[in-house]
């Protein structure tokens, strides 16, 4: 079954690669790490994202910088990172394993973590979103995309917005032109409404989910700190890329119950839970259903929390999973503790009557991430 259909533009981009074998041999050594939408929390700290994950200290160098928190999936990352450098070398055998995060493609204002991504698929990628110009290594994703689709300030810049301009995360402004797919740049195929549209992250991950199904390679979807409502529910919720990704991926893994694995076209996609192979469950989705504007896996988050007040109405590709698993990972009891002192770490710095300053700030994140790693 083929949940995604080819999107005519993927399949020309791959078509247009100019050594689509060194593409094929690269996918099928890759593994990109997919998952979380939790809790991201969206701060200025020191540092490269890498530098920050591998060694949990943020004043790695002295220039400030935007970075997110990847969440567990972040584990994987760093855990079976190759470098670009030597995996892309000419060679007689196949190139080394290399594990990449689709958050590399778009990249993220502010910070450099863009360079780690695969030249070789960065160029696919360029041209599955019909982007503007060749592919440049040097320039992030999102500059791509502004080039192409122009730099329109955005109104909240330097409120909650970290770039001027609109990202390729988010809903194009009213009347801009080429956003002919119901105000959006890029088409949703999926929908069975034919005007249909999804940003252009959306899009990109799904170009590279193409590229898996095409060509082969492996996709890990770490599902400790997704939001289920957006995957499961027939109500109307806030739509995330996680939550349209899990929902092109879990009919992979439905036809497959009690197994942590499934094929996935040519490639293969593996579940994970805080960077532990597991089996999807309906027991696992409920830990984390609803967004609270705090943590994840704390209270108010599960299915039952939701159900206190109001009964869910599941999709159903919900009653295509396991109600349980006797051998899965459970969610560690440190991972909730730390998501509540989090939670109430921010409580503290939103509602402070004296705003701290931001050395202070970066001080208590820095001591909040420091305590996920433990």
């Given at each position: 079954?083929?949940f995604?259909?080819?999107?005519p533009a993927?399949?020309?981009?791959?078509?247009?690669?100019s050594n689509?074998?060194?593409l094929?041999a690269?996918?099928?050594?890759s593994t990109f790490?997919?998952?979380?939408?939790?809790?991201?929390?969206m701060?200025?700290?020191?540092g490269?994202?890498?530098?920050h994950i591998?060694?949990?200290t943020?004043a790695?160098?002295?220039t400030l910088?935007?970075?997110?928190?990847p969440?567990p999936r972040?584990?994987?990352?760093?855990?079976?990172?190759?470098v670009?450098?030597?995996h892309?070398?000419?060679?007689?055998?196949?190139?080394p394993p290399?594990?990449q995060m689709?958050d590399?493609?778009?990249?993220?204002y502010?910070?450099?973590s863009?360079?780690?991504?695969?030249p070789?698929i960065?160029?696919?990628v360029h041209?599955?979103m019909?982007f503007?110009?060749d592919?440049?290594?040097s320039?992030p994703?999102?500059?791509?995309?502004?080039d192409?689709f122009?730099?329109?300030n955005?109104p909240?810049f330097?409120?909650?917005?970290?770039?001027?301009?609109?990202?390729?995360w988010?809903?194009?402004?009213e009347?801009a032109?080429r956003?002919?797919?119901d105000g959006?740049?890029?088409p949703d195929?999926?929908?069975p409404?034919r005007?249909?549209?999804m940003?252009a992250?959306k899009?990109?991950?799904r170009?590279?989910?193409?590229?898996?199904?095409q060509l082969?390679g492996?996709?890990?979807?770490d599902g400790a700190?997704?939001?289920y409502?957006?995957?499961?529910?027939?109500?109307?919720v806030r739509?995330?890329d996680?939550a349209?990704?899990a929902?092109?991926l879990?009919?992979?893994?439905a036809?497959?119950?009690?197994h942590?694995s499934?094929p996935?076209?040519e490639?293969?996609?593996?579940?994970?839970?805080?960077?532990?192979n597991a089996?999807?469950?309906?027991?696992?989705?409920?830990?984390n259903?609803?967004?609270t504007?705090?943590?994840?896996?704390?209270?108010?988050?599960s299915l039952?929390?939701?159900?206190?007040?109001?009964k869910?109405t599941?999709?159903?590709l919900?009653n295509k999973f396991?109600?349980?698993y006797?051998?899965?990972p459970s969610t560690?009891?440190?991972?909730k503790l730390v998501?509540?002192r989090l939670?109430?770490?921010?409580?503290?710095?939103?509602?402070?009557?004296?705003p701290?300053?931001e050395?202070d700030t970066?001080?208590r994140?820095?001591?909040?991430?420091r305590?996920?790693k433990?």
């Amino acid at each position: 079954m083929i949940f995604d259909k080819l999107d005519p533009a993927i399949q020309l981009a791959l078509w247009k690669m100019s050594n689509k074998s060194e593409l094929a041999a690269i996918m099928k050594a890759s593994t990109f790490v997919y998952g979380t939408a939790g809790s991201k929390v969206m701060t200025k700290v020191y540092g490269r994202l890498i530098d920050h994950i591998k060694t949990a200290t943020l004043a790695r160098t002295t220039t400030l910088r935007n970075i997110y928190d990847p969440g567990p999936r972040a584990k994987a990352f760093v855990h079976g990172k190759g470098v670009w450098e030597r995996h892309e070398q000419p060679t007689t055998t196949l190139p080394p394993p290399l594990t990449q995060m689709m958050d590399l493609y778009y990249g993220q204002y502010g910070n450099s973590s863009f360079v780690d991504r695969s030249p070789v698929i960065g160029k696919y990628v360029h041209l599955a979103m019909g982007f503007t110009g060749d592919y440049d290594h040097s320039k992030p994703g999102y500059e791509a995309y502004w080039d192409t689709f122009g730099r329109v300030n955005h109104p909240a810049f330097g409120q909650w917005h970290d770039s001027p301009f609109y990202e390729g995360w988010e809903k194009p402004p009213e009347n801009a032109e080429r956003a002919i797919y119901d105000g959006f740049f890029y088409p949703d195929l999926d929908s069975p409404k034919r005007s249909a549209g999804m940003t252009a992250t959306k899009y990109m991950s799904r170009a590279i989910r193409s590229a898996i199904m095409q060509l082969g390679g492996t996709l890990i979807f770490d599902g400790a700190e997704v939001y289920y409502e957006a995957v499961f529910s027939k109500r109307n919720v806030r739509d995330s890329d996680t939550a349209t990704e899990a929902r092109a991926l879990f009919p992979y893994l439905a036809q497959f119950p009690r197994h942590t694995s499934a094929p996935f076209g040519e490639g293969t996609i593996k579940f994970q839970w805080f960077g532990q192979n597991a089996v999807p469950t309906k027991k696992l989705f409920s830990e984390n259903w609803i967004w609270t504007g705090h943590g994840t896996h704390r209270e108010g988050n599960s299915l039952s929390d939701f159900e206190k007040n109001q009964k869910e109405t599941f999709t159903e590709l919900w009653n295509k999973f396991p109600q349980d698993y006797p051998n899965n990972p459970s969610t560690p009891e440190r991972v909730k503790l730390v998501n509540e002192r989090l939670a109430q770490a921010l409580d503290k710095i939103r509602t402070a009557r004296n705003p701290l300053s931001e050395d202070d700030t970066i001080r208590r994140i820095q001591i909040a991430f420091r305590n996920r790693k433990r």
